[in-house]
């Protein structure tokens, strides 16, 4: 049996592009053995600077569309096929990683039959939520997980639903994302945060994360003119991008509240920890959105955890995997404006109580969401579904 099997991860979305998911897989393929990882990804804005400093190697392809089974996109599949056959044999691939049942999974049920190698897929919940409603996609779904040779779950909640499909519990490893607590750890606040958004002496709300329904960006606006009453030098700052910035934007207009809110863009990777550390409290008040789709983990609050803030959550999806309720945050209905504002405004005014949950949270990070964990954990259903393969 090989020590370390060259691995082909297929992934829609992979850095440049930022995101929870993207976040996993540069942490844990970035740790595997040099040489021993070729990724097969999509192009996107500035993926070749990307690609030349990666020690990776990345194969891409034009766009890969919206991931469903609409007759348009099979010359894309066919082309994401071809490359992906390609990469199996150019490296002699031992085991395919996908990011996601569609496109991923598909791609990788069907060079596994041809190469007759494992494939191992990543459930995040929220694509599970989406697929359900649709047809052909649900019946491809259940029939790509089916034939898995085992999937990675974020939490019991996508756990929970992939049993609902049918799946076989053996086949499922949970895996809880991890956070690396020696870059994301408890600081003085960077001064040119503080300086450049005028935040001196202010009471300093954040969210991290892409500009999207589910999220609840809109309920922490909605709620800023009766945190204001209470709390006159409250800021709420944004960070991340997406579809809805002009939707916000607008509301923070109609509700008179653009003073007390800063949309800061896309934020690099080595700038966030200063940027948790600048918050009083991590709100990110999530539920389901309107197409279905659910938050299946949220490692940011994990990582606002790791720099010793308390949060405040949504209570849907697979978050309560990544916050413990009165122990590292505060879980509320998302969709229930008064349940938002007593959590934040508790945890505001309650500078004791911010401290203890902060304080567990870096606690539970340094203890329970070790990438190291998460790479070995990952390294081992390789080895074994390999060694599988060998003795048949």
């Known amino acids: 049996m090989l020590t370390h099997p060259n691995t082909l991860l297929v992934a829609k979305y992979f850095p440049p592009i930022r995101g929870g998911s993207t976040r996993i897989y540069e942490e844990i393929y970035g740790r595997y053995p040099s040489d021993s990882v070729s990724v097969l990804t999509q192009r996107t804005e500035n993926c070749q600077d990307y690609d030349e400093r990666s020690p990776l190697r990345i194969s891409r392809t034009d766009s890969w569309g919206d991931a469903s089974l609409h007759p348009r996109f099979v010359k894309t599949y066919g082309t994401i096929l071809r490359a992906a056959l390609r990469l199996t044999r150019r490296d002699r691939s031992a085991a395919i990683h996908c990011d996601t049942v569609l496109p991923a999974g598909l791609i990788g049920m069907l060079v596994s039959r041809v190469r007759n190698i494992p494939y191992v897929i990543y459930a995040h919940g929220e694509e599970i939520q989406i697929y359900q409603h649709l047809f052909p996609e649900k019946q491809a779904m259940r029939a790509i997980y089916k034939h898995a040779d085992a999937i ?13 499909l049918g799946v076989d519990k053996h086949r499922i490893r949970l895996i809880l994302p991890g956070v690396d607590t020696d870059i994301f750890q ?16 202010k009471r300093v709300l954040l969210t991290v994360g892409r500009l999207e329904e589910r999220k609840g960006h809109d309920q922490v606006i909605r709620a800023l003119p009766r945190l204001l009453k209470k709390i006159p030098n409250m800021m709420y700052v944004i960070a991340g991008t997406g579809a809805e910035e002009g939707r916000l934007k607008q509301l923070c207009h109609s509700l008179g509240v653009e003073r007390s809110v800063h ?34 983990f949220g490692m940011v609050f ?3 955890n790791a720099c010793g803030k308390p949060v405040v959550a949504g209570r849907s999806g697979g978050v309560e995997s990544a916050v413990i309720h009165g122990e590292t945050g505060l879980l509320v209905d998302g969709e229930n404006l008064d349940d938002l504002c007593g959590a934040i405004l508790r945890l505001v005014k309650d500078e004791r109580l911010s401290g203890q ?28 579904h390999l060694y599988e393969n060998e003795r048949t």
């Open 152 to 164: 990675i779950t974020n939490g019991e909640f996508t756990r929970r639903e992939l049993l609902k």
């Open 186 to 201: 408890p600081e003085a606040p960077a001064h040119h945060w503080q300086d450049t958004l005028d935040l001196t002496d």
């Open 263 to 296: 949309f800061l863009g896309f934020v690099a990777d080595d700038l966030l920890p200063s940027l948790y550390n600048l918050a009083d409290v991590f709100v990110m008040p999530n539920r389901q959105g309107c197409s279905g789709d659910i938050e299946g």
């Open 302 to 304: 994990v990582e606002a």
């Open 357 to 384: 949950l902060g304080a567990n949270g870096r606690k539970r990070a340094v203890e329970k969401f070790d990438w190291k964990v998460y790479l070995k954990r990952i390294q081992e259903i390789d080895h074994q």
